[in-house]
């Protein structure tokens, strides 16, 4: 039974990607600004003096490829693995033998795709080898290893940042792929530069989708004896709905709340909904447009609309009880709303300032005048002696300091003048001086 699927599998052709994957650095298309003449990561495969490092960069662009062409320049170990099938008994096994071949002379590099898919103690289990030198660690990503690899074990590893593939790149990849005997070479193929071209923008820099496209276009091609045509209606066919260029979980996730956010900040409601559609129409969940929506109310707006917070609420809600698709116009008013509210960042600023008193000032006691007396102890200490209760006094005001002594000038709040919130501006300039007026006879 073994022979059999011993035999079935090698009948099994292996995709056009797999079986174009460069073996060389010459045979490496794009990343021009790492492999061209001269770069640096050229020199370091070309000298075989590769040291620990993290492939960074969209789907498609060459990480694993790179990888595949260090494996077969260089002569260390070579150690492929997989961080979707490995716990952590496997990394310390390998890593054991690693640490045994260093003693004798030999040198390992372990390939880690996907590496931001090992969590905190897999990625931890690497680290005292790569700090010992068992080990040269070669990751790839396609997230913002800032975000998904560990501070230790990034600051031990050189970071290259891979670029998404021009559509020159894709155009030479795709004629590669018609003429090298590893692709259809062998075939009778007949496709205009035209229609490489519909796949080469369709796969948006990625290598893998333009040749698994190309593939699945050649299949579905049309035959006559032994010539395969491809034409562009072919090509609309495999490519009838393009997948937007988003990963909620990556990084592209978080340029787009940077996107809709800083729009609604600029007051441009066209440019927040068309973000706000390119994240919900890609799957991204609505309950976090709406947290980071309600968050810009207070953040970006805060008291210039008061308004604009309640609505954001009443959106979290509307997506909380139904959902997609019916909650994206709920989501919509909102962006809309927050995009033409007055804007005002006088909460964060007051908060950011007083963040950073607090972090700097920790042990500062609270006064004892605005101190509970819950016990008779607490009390002969002088817990709330002298504390006055603003509702006895006719202007419900007192000229009592509330911030620790040192710190009693401190100014966190600063109003603008913005909307709704130059009222407030003048409500705190009129008890700021009521205050300074009745503290006087105090000074006297």
Known sequence: MSDQVN????????????RLRPCTIDEVVGQQHLLGKGRILRRIIEQD???SMIFWGPPGVGKTTLAGVIANQTRANFIDFSAVTSGIKEIREVMQ???QNRRFGEKTIVFVDEIHRFNKAQQDAFLPFVE???IILIGATT????FEVNGALLSRCKVFVLKALSESDIMVLLKRAIESPKGFGNE???IDDEVLRM????ANGDARMALSTLEMAVLNGDMEGDVTTVTAQTVEQCTSRKSLLYDKNGEEHYNLISALHKSMRNSDPDAAVYWLARMLESGEDPMYVARRVTRFAAEDVGLADPRALELCVAAFQACHLIGMPECSVHLTEAVVYCSLAPKSNAMDVAYMKAKKDAQENLAEPVPLHIRNAVTTLMKNEGYGRGYKYAHDYEDKLTAMSCLPDSMK???YYEPTTQGVEGRFKERLEQIKKWKEEHRKPEKE
């Open 143 to 146: 997230e913002n290893p800032s």
């Open 7 to 18: 035999m079935f599998e090698r009948a099994v052709p292996q995709p056009l990607a797999a």
């Open 97 to 99: 033998q690693a640490d």
């Open 199 to 202: 796949i080469a923008v369709f």
């Open 409 to 411: 000038d401190r100014v």
């Open 188 to 190: 009778k193929v007949v």
């Open 132 to 134: 010992k030198g068992s």
């Open 49 to 51: 003096a590769v040291s």
